[in-house]
């Protein structure tokens, strides 16, 4: 993909993303893709494993919204800067402590890393600031 390609391309992903349009998100991923969330240490591979960890962040944040803060696009590769948004009223799961819903708003800030083969995603590997995101639901004082 050329430059507005990838743009067109990235810019479509983020809005299923936006849009909690799970099928639409899992389909621009490739049929071997792998969606590493490094500050949970969560792994999924594969579309099934994908959609069904989407649809698990949907739930504890059925309101979840990403601001795009900065993105880098070059030679069929997406890292982006993003702002979190969103409610948690769902059962949430964090390095095997599971955190009750609070209904409390979060906002917190992350970062993809997005190699594209054959016009999907190969990969996306996350880092988001879980401190933060765990403050604000009153269960850390670091």
């Given at each position: 993909m050329d430059g507005a390609q990838l743009q067109e391309f990235i810019d479509r992903y983020n809005a299923a993303w936006n849009d909690h349009d799970v099928d639409g998100i899992?389909?621009?991923?490739t049929e071997n893709s792998v969606f590493e969330n490094h500050t949970t240490g969560d792994v999924n591979v594969g579309k099934d494993a994908i959609g069904n960890a989407i649809r698990g962040i949907f739930t504890v944040f059925p309101d979840l919204t990403f601001e795009t803060r900065r993105q880098y696009i070059?030679?069929?590769?997406?890292?982006q800067e993003w702002t979190a948004r969103g409610t948690h009223l769902g059962k949430m799961m964090r390095a095997g402590l599971e955190v009750e819903p609070t209904g409390k708003q979060v906002e917190y800030r992350g970062m993809d890393v997005i190699p594209i083969e054959g016009g999907k995603v190969a990969r996306k590997d996350v880092y988001s600031?879980?401190?933060t995101l765990l403050r604000q639901l009153g269960l850390t004082e670091i």
């Amino acid at each position: 993909m050329d430059g507005a390609q990838l743009q067109e391309f990235i810019d479509r992903y983020n809005a299923a993303w936006n849009d909690h349009d799970v099928d639409g998100i899992v389909e621009l991923h490739t049929e071997n893709s792998v969606f590493e969330n490094h500050t949970t240490g969560d792994v999924n591979v594969g579309k099934d494993a994908i959609g069904n960890a989407i649809r698990g962040i949907f739930t504890v944040f059925p309101d979840l919204t990403f601001e795009t803060r900065r993105q880098y696009i070059r030679d069929d590769l997406v890292v982006q800067e993003w702002t979190a948004r969103g409610t948690h009223l769902g059962k949430m799961m964090r390095a095997g402590l599971e955190v009750e819903p609070t209904g409390k708003q979060v906002e917190y800030r992350g970062m993809d890393v997005i190699p594209i083969e054959g016009g999907k995603v190969a990969r996306k590997d996350v880092y988001s600031d879980g401190v933060t995101l765990l403050r604000q639901l009153g269960l850390t004082e670091i």
